[in-house]
Nanobody, 128 residues
Framework: QVQLVESGGGLVQTGGSLRLSCAAS????????MSWHRQAPGKQRELVAT?????????????NYVDSVKGRFAISRDHARNAVYLQMNSLKPEDTAVYYC????????????????WGQGTQVTVSS
Protein backbone atom coordinates (compact mmCIF):
# COMPACT_ATOMS: atom_id res chain seq x y z
CA GLN A 1 0.00 0.00 0.00
CA VAL A 2 0.98 3.60 -0.60
CA GLN A 3 0.07 6.37 1.82
CA LEU A 4 -0.02 10.10 1.13
CA VAL A 5 0.12 12.70 3.88
CA GLU A 6 -0.53 16.39 3.17
CA SER A 7 0.42 19.34 5.32
CA GLY A 8 0.67 23.11 5.10
CA GLY A 9 -2.92 24.25 4.87
CA GLY A 10 -4.32 27.05 6.97
CA LEU A 11 -5.98 30.44 7.07
CA VAL A 12 -4.48 33.31 5.09
CA GLN A 13 -5.62 36.73 3.95
CA THR A 14 -6.24 37.64 0.32
CA GLY A 15 -2.92 38.13 -1.44
CA GLY A 16 -1.07 35.89 0.98
CA SER A 17 0.89 32.71 0.36
CA LEU A 18 0.88 29.11 1.54
CA ARG A 19 3.00 26.10 0.69
CA LEU A 20 1.41 22.67 0.70
CA SER A 21 3.46 19.52 1.06
CA CYS A 22 2.61 15.91 0.31
CA ALA A 23 4.80 12.94 1.13
CA ALA A 24 4.25 9.46 -0.22
CA SER A 25 5.38 6.43 1.75
CA UNK A 26 4.91 2.70 1.85
CA UNK A 27 5.47 0.00 -0.73
CA UNK A 28 6.42 2.26 -3.65
CA UNK A 29 8.03 0.90 -6.81
CA UNK A 30 7.54 4.00 -8.94
CA UNK A 31 5.47 7.18 -9.12
CA UNK A 32 4.47 8.49 -12.53
CA UNK A 33 2.31 11.48 -11.69
CA MET A 34 1.73 13.54 -8.58
CA SER A 35 -0.95 16.16 -8.54
CA TRP A 36 -2.99 18.54 -6.43
CA HIS A 37 -6.75 18.73 -6.55
CA ARG A 38 -9.19 20.85 -4.60
CA GLN A 39 -12.81 20.73 -3.60
CA ALA A 40 -14.74 23.77 -2.46
CA PRO A 41 -18.02 23.41 -0.53
CA GLY A 42 -20.85 22.42 -2.85
CA LYS A 43 -18.54 22.00 -5.83
CA GLN A 44 -16.92 19.09 -7.60
CA ARG A 45 -13.30 18.24 -7.02
CA GLU A 46 -11.08 19.90 -9.62
CA LEU A 47 -7.56 19.29 -10.80
CA VAL A 48 -5.23 22.15 -9.89
CA ALA A 49 -1.75 21.09 -11.00
CA THR A 50 0.10 17.99 -12.12
CA UNK A 51 3.71 16.93 -12.48
CA UNK A 52 4.41 13.83 -14.55
CA UNK A 53 7.69 12.02 -14.99
CA UNK A 54 7.68 8.99 -17.27
CA UNK A 55 9.10 7.53 -20.44
CA UNK A 56 6.58 9.68 -22.34
CA UNK A 57 8.18 12.82 -20.90
CA UNK A 58 11.71 11.51 -21.44
CA UNK A 59 11.87 11.23 -17.65
CA UNK A 60 11.69 15.00 -17.31
CA UNK A 61 9.07 16.69 -15.13
CA UNK A 62 6.11 17.77 -17.24
CA UNK A 63 3.92 20.30 -15.45
CA ASN A 64 0.38 21.51 -16.10
CA TYR A 65 -1.97 23.91 -14.31
CA VAL A 66 -5.62 24.75 -14.42
CA ASP A 67 -6.04 28.20 -15.98
CA SER A 68 -7.32 29.81 -12.78
CA VAL A 69 -4.01 29.30 -10.95
CA LYS A 70 -1.50 29.90 -13.74
CA GLY A 71 1.06 32.50 -12.72
CA ARG A 72 0.12 32.20 -9.04
CA PHE A 73 0.74 28.57 -8.09
CA ALA A 74 3.84 26.46 -8.65
CA ILE A 75 4.03 22.69 -8.32
CA SER A 76 7.32 20.93 -7.74
CA ARG A 77 8.41 17.42 -7.00
CA ASP A 78 11.22 15.94 -4.93
CA HIS A 79 11.84 12.52 -6.44
CA ALA A 80 14.27 11.45 -3.74
CA ARG A 81 11.67 12.08 -1.04
CA ASN A 82 8.62 10.94 -3.06
CA ALA A 83 7.16 14.34 -2.28
CA VAL A 84 5.26 17.04 -4.11
CA TYR A 85 4.76 20.65 -3.15
CA LEU A 86 2.35 23.39 -4.14
CA GLN A 87 3.50 26.96 -3.62
CA MET A 88 0.43 29.17 -3.67
CA ASN A 89 0.90 32.92 -4.04
CA SER A 90 -1.51 35.81 -4.51
CA LEU A 91 -4.26 33.75 -2.94
CA LYS A 92 -7.87 34.69 -3.54
CA PRO A 93 -11.05 33.83 -1.61
CA GLU A 94 -12.07 31.56 -4.49
CA ASP A 95 -9.01 29.41 -3.76
CA THR A 96 -10.66 28.35 -0.50
CA ALA A 97 -11.08 24.58 -0.58
CA VAL A 98 -9.84 21.30 0.76
CA TYR A 99 -6.70 20.46 -1.18
CA TYR A 100 -5.93 16.83 -1.93
CA CYS A 101 -2.72 15.21 -3.08
CA UNK A 102 -2.88 12.37 -5.60
CA UNK A 103 -0.25 9.96 -6.82
CA UNK A 104 -0.36 7.55 -9.74
CA UNK A 105 2.02 4.92 -8.48
CA UNK A 106 3.01 1.30 -8.87
CA UNK A 107 3.42 -0.55 -5.59
CA UNK A 108 6.31 -2.91 -5.11
CA UNK A 109 3.96 -5.90 -4.90
CA UNK A 110 2.62 -5.03 -8.37
CA UNK A 111 5.30 -3.00 -10.19
CA UNK A 112 3.71 -3.21 -13.62
CA UNK A 113 0.33 -1.79 -12.60
CA UNK A 114 -0.39 1.81 -11.61
CA UNK A 115 -2.93 2.70 -8.96
CA UNK A 116 -4.38 6.01 -7.88
CA UNK A 117 -3.78 7.04 -4.28
CA TRP A 118 -5.24 9.99 -2.37
CA GLY A 119 -4.26 11.88 0.71
CA GLN A 120 -6.72 12.89 3.41
CA GLY A 121 -6.83 16.55 2.36
CA THR A 122 -5.77 19.81 3.95
CA GLN A 123 -7.99 22.86 4.37
CA VAL A 124 -6.98 26.15 2.77
CA THR A 125 -9.07 29.17 3.70
CA VAL A 126 -8.49 32.59 2.16
CA SER A 127 -10.23 35.46 3.91
CA SER A 128 -11.30 38.60 2.09
Amino acid sequence: QVQLVESGGGLVQTGGSLRLSCAASGDIFSITTMSWHRQAPGKQRELVATVTNSRKTNYLDSINYVDSVKGRFAISRDHARNAVYLQMNSLKPEDTAVYYCNAIAAPGMSPSVDFSYWGQGTQVTVSS
